[in-house]
C-alpha cells in the first residue's frame, strides 16, 4: 500500500497540516520540525503526488523553455544557467528543441508542454509575433532573443548592434583596416545577424573606414561553416587583416582554417567572435570575444518570468530588457 501524508504526519508526530507545508517548502517553520518530517518521508519512501498538488494549487512549479538547437553551444550554455537560475527561486525547466520548426514553436504555445508548467521562456525563429499573440493564452511568456521584438511581450535581450560595434572598433583600434565578417545573413536586418552586421558597419562608419561588401560572407551558425566561409575568402583572393566572426563557433572554425593555410593569428590576421562560449577561453590562441551578459539574461528573464507568475509585475506591455556586455580581449585578437 502507498505511503500516505497521513502516514508521515503519525511518523513525525506533527500534523497534516505542517506536513503539506514542509512539502510546499513553507519558510515560517521551526527547522527542527523540518527535519522530523524530512526523516519521516524518507524513512517511509514518501513520494508526493504532483499532480494532484498542482491541481490544487493550479501550479506545476515548473518553466518550459523552447530553443532551437540544444547542440549549439550557445544555447547549451544558456539553457544551464537559467536552469540554475529557476532552481535557486524553486523551479525546475522542462526544455523542448524546436529545430526552428514552426509547427514545434506552435505546439510548445498551447499543447501539453504548456500544460505542465506555469510560465514559458521562448526563443521563437519560425513564427512572428500575431502568430504567438493568437495562442499564448493567460499563462506568461517572455521572449528570449532578437526575432520577435514586440510591445506585447516580455523580452529579455542582448545589446547586439552596440557590442558587435565595440568588437569591431576594438579591431580598428589595433591597425586593422581589412575586417573579413563571417555569418551573415542576406536580408536580415532584425535578428542577430543583421543586428550584428549593423554594429559592425556603424563602427566603420564612424572609423571613417569605408565598407566593401566583398568582406562580408555570408554563412550559417555552424563551426564548419565557418570554415568554409573563410577558405572562400582566402580563394577568391580577397584581402583582409582581422575577421570578425558573427558567433564564437563561426569564429573558431575561421580560426581553424587560418592555421590550416599557414596563416598566423593574431600577426597576420586577427581573429574576433561574439557570444564569450567557454570553448573561447581554451582555443589555442584563445579567442577575443563579446561576453553578452548570459548570466545576466539568465536572471533578468527568469526573474520577470516569476514575477508574472506572482503577480508582482503588472505592466500592462511587455517589459524589456536588454542585458549589458564585456568585451573579452585574448590572444586572437590583442
Known amino acids: 500500500m502507498a505511503v500516505t501524508m497521513n502516514d508521515v504526519a503519525r511518523a513525525a508526530g506533527v500534523s497534516l497540516k505542517t506536513v503539506s507545508n514542509v512539502l510546499n517548502d513553507y519558510e515560517f517553520i521551526r527547522p527542527a520540525t523540518k527535519q522530523r518530517?524530512?526523516?519521516?518521508?524518507?524513512?517511509?519512501?514518501?513520494e508526493a503526488n504532483l499532480t494532484a498538488r498542482s491541481l490544487r494549487s493550479g501550479k506545476t512549479s515548473m518553466l518550459g523553455l523552447v530553443l532551437s538547437d540544444l547542440s549549439a553551444p550557445y544555447y547549451?550554455?544558456?539553457?544551464?544557467?537559467?536552469?540554475?537560475?529557476?532552481?535557486?527561486?524553486?523551479?525546475?525547466?522542462?526544455?523542448?528543441?524546436?529545430?526552428?520548426?514552426?509547427?514545434?514553436?506552435?505546439?510548445?504555445?498551447?499543447?501539453?508542454?504548456r500544460q505542465l508548467t506555469d510560465g514559458l521562456l521562448f526563443t521563437p525563429l519560425a513564427i512572428d509575433a500575431d502568430a504567438v499573440a493568437a495562442r499564448v493564452g493567460k499563462k506568461p511568456l517572455v521572449m528570449l532573443g532578437e526575432h520577435i521584438v514586440d510591445p506585447r511581450?516580455?523580452?529579455?535581450?542582448?545589446?547586439?548592434?552596440?557590442?558587435a560595434a565595440a568588437?569591431?572598433?576594438?579591431l580598428l583600434n589595433s591597425g586593422r583596416r581589412r575586417v573579413a565578417v563571417i555569418g551573415a545573413h542576406p536580408g536580415e536586418s532584425t535578428g542577430s545577424a543583421g543586428l550584428?552586421?549593423?554594429?559592425?558597419?556603424t563602427a566603420l562608419e564612424e572609423a571613417g573606414v569605408p565598407f566593401d561588401p566583398a568582406l562580408v560572407a555570408p554563412a550559417s551558425w555552424r563551426r564548419d561553416n565557418g570554415a568554409t566561409a573563410l577558405a572562400g575568402l582566402l580563394d577568391a583572393g580577397v584581402r583582409f587583416d582581422a575577421v570578425f566572426g558573427l558567433n564564437d563557433v563561426l569564429a573558431l572554425g575561421a580560426l581553424h582554417e587560418l592555421q590550416i593555410r599557414g596563416v598566423r593569428v593574431p600577426q597576420d590576421v586577427a581573429v574576433a567572435g561574439f557570444d564569450d562560449i567557454d570553448e573561447a577561453r581554451f582555443a589555442s590562441p584563445?579567442?577575443?570575444?563579446?561576453?553578452?551578459?548570459?548570466?545576466?539574461?539568465a536572471e533578468r528573464s527568469i526573474g520577470l518570468l516569476l514575477d508574472r507568475i506572482a503577480g508582482n509585475e503588472t505592466a500592462a506591455t511587455g517589459v524589456h530588457v536588454e542585458a549589458g556586455f564585456q568585451l573579452k580581449i585574448r590572444e586572437s585578437a590583442p
Open 37 to 46: 518530517v524530512q526523516d519521516a518521508i524518507a524513512e517511509l519512501g514518501y
Open 76 to 113: 547549451a550554455e544558456l539553457a544551464s544557467k537559467l536552469m540554475k537560475a529557476a532552481a535557486q527561486r524553486g523551479y525546475r525547466v522542462l526544455v523542448e528543441q524546436s529545430d526552428a520548426e514552426g509547427s514545434v514553436e506552435l505546439n510548445a504555445l498551447q499543447g501539453p508542454f
Open 153 to 163: 511581450f516580455d523580452l529579455v535581450t542582448m545589446k547586439n548592434r552596440e557590442a
Open 167 to 170: 568588437i569591431t572598433t576594438h
Open 196 to 201: 550584428r552586421l549593423n554594429g559592425y558597419r
Open 286 to 297: 584563445s579567442l577575443t570575444t563579446v561576453s553578452p551578459g548570459m548570466d545576466e539574461i
